[in-house]
């Protein structure tokens, strides 16, 4: 049985809206805006949505140079954050020391990439 559903990619941003318009009209998606202007999500009727989050002090990554590695992550949906939460610190993933909200909780995989189970 699957710990978890539908993974979403968020991209990082200096502007949340402002990225998600860019893809948004390159795909020619629906854009949706959260009322902070912190987070944005563009939609199709056929695909998952592609997210955007707005974070301080944004560095653009240095490609194909590592010094500023690509910024993304995936969300995934969960029925019980606790449940999934042992199921995948068993698999090896780390809970991060800072969590941010409350219908969603940060890991780090096996190798230092975050990931977030988000509540459905």
Not at 51 to 56: A, T
Not at 82 to 93: F, K, R, S, Y
Request: net charge negative.
């Amino acid at each position: 049985m699957a710990i978890a559903k539908q993974p979403v990619v968020v991209l990082d941003a200096p502007d949340a809206r402002e990225l998600a318009e860019f893809y948004g009209e390159l795909l020619d998606w629906q854009l949706r805006v959260d009322d902070d202007g912190t987070w944005a999500e563009i939609t199709s009727d056929s695909w998952p949505p592609i997210c955007f989050q707005q974070v301080e002090d944004y560095r653009a990554p240095g490609w194909p140079s590592q010094t500023h590695p690509q910024q993304m992550h995936l969300d995934v949906i969960v029925d019980d954050l606790d449940a999934a939460e042992a199921a995948v610190t068993e698999l090896g993933a780390g809970k991060a020391a800072e969590q941010p909200g409350e219908t969603f909780r940060v890991f780090l995989d096996p190798v230092g990439h975050p990931f977030c189970l988000v509540l459905n």
